[in-house]
């Protein structure tokens, strides 16, 4: 968005653009790229450092299951009972890790991920499919546990060899629950329902959502408690990913509904 790109110049990043059209942009594409720019960098004696698209990679995924763990730690000594934790669906890894970090648990709450795009988002940008991420996470969550036993916390626990491949076993489709009602025609595109939640949110709860991804989640979270389908059993968690910099170029289109 404008307001990322306005932080990026502040910070003084080097930006490269892809001169590509939405349906000319591709894993094959975007790795070409990355291949290209890591090799200039090389070139200038700089290391490169490669974050995939929406930081949808194994650490990151075992950094949310730990933050999974943070939350439900907190809600217990606090004696609420997650019924569901509710989050934007993009790339896919915050939802990965959140679900890894469920799994380990024992599952004790419903994670959903309520998609700011149509389907196939994740794979156009070169970003592993949610279960190769979870177990990617896995994985990673593991050999950082086995090296440093003193970064784990009571309730992950152990997470050994043994216990990575039970946690491995018991993927199963259940455990990627994702909503594409809230996507809109794009990625990128605001709906109706993802404007009112905006101003919904900021009034009622002075939150502030983005356009792209946390309104559309909090849309979805809406029209579920409307029907009566969430939180009649427990508390239900709004995992906010921010993004506040992308409420500004989207002005026009949410003072309209103010």
Known sequence: SEGNLLLDR???????????APDGLTGARLEAEFDRVEASLRARKRIPYRIPAGGSEPLGVAACAVAFHEML???QAAGRTPEAVVVSFGTGGTFAGLSLGNIIAGRPARVLGISCAP??????????????????????????????PDRGTPALGPLGPSELREVLAQIRPGDM????SQAGRAYGATTPECLEAIRMTARDEGILLDPVYTSKAMAGLVEMARRSEIGLEGDVVFWHTGGI??????????????
């Open 10 to 20: 502040i910070f003084g990043a080097e930006l490269v653009f892809l001169s590509l």
């Open 119 to 148: 389907p196939g988002m994740p794979a156009a940008v070169g970003v592993a499919s949610t279960q190769e991420l979870i177990e990617g996470g896995a994985r990673t969550l593991a050999a950082i546990l086995s090296s440093q």
């Open 177 to 180: 629950e994702i909503d594409y």
């Open 245 to 258: 910099p992308g409420l500004f170029p989207y002005s026009a289109e949410i003072l309209r509904l103010t």
């Open 73 to 75: 730690s907190q809600m």
